[in-house]
């Protein structure tokens, strides 16, 4: 959907009117969002489905010239329509993508510091503690923390409990034992 809204975002200058109005129709979805991160289906269904059905219907009526940046906008969206909705049906699916991207980012911007990882075993491994620290970062974990306590665990678990070390999971088990 981000990519979507980009679209439209570029159309601003050459068709305002009609940009407009599509992204302030994906501002009040993205507003659901904002308000429901572990949204229900049954909420989606019930607020998010028909702003999609009546902007869906209104993107048909307003395609605009198919080489025009309006038509392209357009077009891009209608062709993955199903794609781009299909988070309404789905609790835990997220709008778009862009926590991902943005975990993601700095690994692509170092995409060519990492030719000269040394080997492809070593490569693999730094792609795990990106993934991991990544994690960390998405979870809201602290890394330092979550580095120290888990690097002095290592050898304690049996290899069946490890997956309890992941940092979603660390988090849940450190608040418990918290508690405890």
């Known amino acids: ?38 949204a229900s289906v049954e909420v989606r269904q ?9 902007l869906e219907d209104w993107l048909r009526k307003n395609g605009g010239l198919r080489q025009s940046r309006w038509g392209k906008a357009v077009r891009y969206s209608l062709n993955r329509w199903e794609k781009l909705t299909r988070y309404v049906d789905h609790g835990r699916v997220e709008i778009d993508n862009n ?17 000269f990882a040394g080997s492809h075993e070593a490569a693999q491994r730094s792609a795990i503690i990106y993934s991991l620290l990544g994690t960390c970062k998405l979870h809201r ?8 306590d ?12 490890v997956h309890e070390l992941l940092p979603h999971r660390w ?4 608040q418990l034992r918290k508690v405890a």
């Open 1 to 38: 959907m981000a990519h979507a809204r980009r679209y439209f975002h570029e159309c601003l200058d050459s068709d305002p009117k009609r940009a407009a109005y599509v992204l302030g129709e994906l501002r009040k979805l993205y507003a659901i969002e904002r308000r429901l991160r572990d």
């Open 46 to 54: 019930a607020e998010a489905k028909p702003i999609l059905d009546t």
């Open 99 to 115: 926590l991902v991207e943005n975990v993601l980012r700095p690994l692509a911007l170092g995409r060519r510091n990492y030719l």
């Open 141 to 148: 974990v602290n890394v330092q923390e979550w580095l120290t």
């Open 150 to 161: 888990v690097l002095t665990r290592i050898p304690t678990p049996p290899a069946s409990r």
């Open 171 to 174: 988090k849940g088990l450190r």
